[in-house]
DNA sequence: CGGATTTGACCTGCGC
DNA sequence: GCGCAGGTCAAATCCG
């Protein structure tokens, strides 16, 4: 059986294939098979000359800002990924990128792509010509293996065996069931961005091709069994690439440092979403990071799939308006493609220092 | 002392 | 089948 791989891009491609083009088109070439998403070719073509871990705003990257479709569409485009993305890390600057990636995607991109060798990750979906792949990502990765009989019984005989050594309890049949994964880039200092939930190391690992080691989280919450992986990119040291995995089955947690707005909306599937600034999310930010990507694009990403199922939940709240409450409306991310993203939430030192990259 | 982190061992998946 | 790399576990250690 042939694995899956979906028509995912990440938009790391942008940065990626500005630094590393070959990388980056095989990337694009294997990993899209050839159906590279409108999104991601004009991305990558209209920021060939930028470093989008320093100047790029998170429409830039998403390769809206001259980009001739609109947002809404854009994310109808998204696959759902039954995933609560974490609100934006405190530290960050800039919710770099980023959306579902295939492994083999990630894989073939260059360096910090490698960092991030996910399997379904959410991600900017190249519009997936068939929107039927779209539901696939990971659901798909989960049930492409048809458990046997067989493999059952003697899967049981292995447990025991394993739980000797280690308590992995998982069956073959059951594949590792991956949760979607939604990973962004982030500028910061800091490598555990606070996101405002409570993370729990468990692991740490070295990245083949990477001088700093991939560390591994999980939220702390009792039956949430979300996880996030933090590294950073060997390509930029200050990019921090953080990936989800996995829903929060628990509210947002208050925490000390300061109340988060959370708007649990019961309409929503996906889980709360942030509906207020977060003031002392905010000063972390600026204190971390002066280059503060101080607004989420508003978008309209309530959308439906192919399956029919809601996708707002398929977009990082922090995607949307999380922060600062901005109406998600197809006209604010117009409006940011119009007059220009980076004027607005990018410091004009930031950009300037782009250019002088 | 309890919770968090570190770290080496082990497991799994995948490519060759 | 083998080796590699990613991912996870859990004992040891650290820290407040």
């Known amino acids: 059986m042939e694995k899956k791989k979906e028509n995912f891009i990440s938009m790391a491609n942008l940065r990626f294939s500005d630094e590393n083009p070959s990388a980056a088109a095989a990337a694009a070439a294997t990993s899209l098979g050839g159906s590279i998403f409108d999104m991601a070719t004009g991305a990558v073509a209209c920021d060939g000359d930028t470093k989008w871990g320093s100047s790029l705003g998170f429409m830039d990257l998403l390769g ?11 994310f109808d485009s998204f696959q759902p990924p039954p995933i609560l993305p974490p609100p934006p890390p405190s530290t960050s600057s800039e ?19 490698s960092t991030v060798p996910e399997s379904s990750e959410v991600l900017n979906n190249p519009a997936t010509p068939n929107s039927s792949s779209f539901s696939s990502s990971s659901n798909e990765a989960a049930n492409d293996h048809e458990p046997t009989k067989a493999e059952d019984d003697e899967e049981e005989e292995q447990d025991e065996d394993k ?39 468990y692991g740490q690992k070295a990245v083949k091709n990477s001088p700093f080691p991939r560390s591994y989280y999980r939220c702390t ?17 200050t990019i921090v690439v953080t990936t989800y995995e996995g829903q929060h089955k628990h509210p947002y947690p208050i925490t000390p440092r300061g109340s988060i707005g959370i708007n649990m909306d019961p309409s929503s599937s996906f889980g709360p979403s942030f509906v207020a600034p977060q003031p002392q999310y905010l000063h972390q930010q600026q204190q971390l990071q002066p280059y503060l990507y101080n607004s989420s694009p508003s978008l309209n ?11 707002n939940a398929s977009i990082p709240d922090f995607l949307q308006d999380r922060r600062f409450n901005t109406p998600p409306t197809s006209s604010s991310a117009s409006l940011l493609r ?11 030192q930031m950009r300037k220092e782009a250019k002088e990259q």
């Open 64 to 74: 809206i800002h001259n980009q001739d479709f609109i947002a809404p569409s854009l």
């Open 95 to 113: 919710p770099l990128l980023h959306q579902q990636l295939d492994t083999k995607q990630l894989q073939a991109l260059p360096s910090p792509a």
């Open 163 to 201: 739980t000797k050594k280690q308590l992995k309890p998982k069956k073959k049949n059951q594949k590792r069931q991956r949760e979607p994964r939604f990973a962004f880039m982030t500028k910061s200092e800091v490598d555990h961005l606070d996101d405002g939930y409570r993370w729990r190391k």
């Open 221 to 237: 919450s009792a039956g949430c069994g979300v996880k996030k992986r933090v590294e950073r990119s060997s390509d930029d040291p």
């Open 301 to 311: 990403i309530t959308s439906i799939t192919s399956s029919g199922s809601s996708f």
């Open 338 to 348: 119009d007059h220009g993203l980076l004027q607005d939430i990018v410091p004009t």
